[in-house]
């Protein structure tokens, strides 16, 4: 393959150590235009860099990857997105197919299934790791995710909300962050509450943490 048309590959991932690997790991056949460390970020670069594919990490500081990919679609930004994370449960692997992930891949495979899963995205595949395709595949018969994940009965700016509010933010912060104002962040809290049954900001935070949508 000529340099001249070797893919070119935006990387997100907020660990270090992680981005050196995988740089060494892909630079034989690809080309890393970016390196991002959080779900913003990835977006913004996405956009700017024009990559042909991004491989992204699932939980990210200020905005996850699958709410990134979220972000980018709405956008009407097409490119395949491979996620590479060290969570092991189908139910995220589920949610990021039905955000319209090209790929999911277990950190700890990634030496043996990375490169194939870029390879399938750019050909307009799906590679789904091999250790939960048939978890993925089976839970995916039953219809949405919306029963089984109580993640997905949240909008994509509720979960913004609450990522930001788990990783210490204060209403005012958030609102700066996100361009509304304190009152419509103060809004989205209680709508999530009332949806999910909750009734404080640390039950709120509490299943942050538990569903995925921020790490700690």
């Given amino acids: 393959m ?19 690997a995988l740089t060494s790991l892909l630079s034989p056949e690809f080309d890393l ?11 913004e670069a996405a956009g700017r860099l024009r990559p042909d ?13 699958i709410d990134a990919l979220t972000r980018l679609r709405e956008d009407g930004n097409h490119v395949p997105v491979v996620f590479l994370t060290m969570h092991k449960d189908a139910t995220f692997a589920r949610r990021a197919i039905e955000a319209g ?7 700890h495979s990634a030496s043996v299934e990375l490169v194939a899963a870029l390879h399938a995205a750019l050909e307009g595949k799906t590679y789904l790791t091999p250790q939960l395709a048939g978890k993925v595949l089976e ?22 909300v609450v ?14 962050s ?8 103060e809004f989205h809290k209680y709508q999530m509450m009332e949806t999910l049954d909750l009734h404080t900001n640390a039950e709120l935070i509490h299943f942050a943490i538990k569903n995925g949508l921020v790490e700690f």
Avoid at 101 to 107: D, H, I, T, Y
Avoid at 180 to 185: A, Y
């Fill in 53 to 65: 594919v991004i491989v992204a990490d699932i939980a990210m500081p200020h905005l996850n990857g």
């Fill in 178 to 185: 996100l361009s509304i104002s304190t009152r419509t962040v």
């Fill in 33 to 43: 235009v970016g390196v991002v460390e959080d779900g913003r970020q990835m977006v």
């Fill in 139 to 160: 839970a995916m018969r039953h219809g949405p995710s919306h029963g089984s994940d109580p993640a997905a009965a949240l909008t994509l700016r509720q979960r913004e």
């Fill in 2 to 20: 000529s340099a001249m048309h070797r893919p070119r590959v935006l990387l997100a991932d907020d660990h270090l150590l992680v981005a050196e």
């Fill in 101 to 107: 992930a090209s790929g999911f891949v277990l950190k």
């Fill in 163 to 176: 990522q930001l509010l788990a990783e210490g933010r204060s209403a005012k912060e958030i609102a700066t």
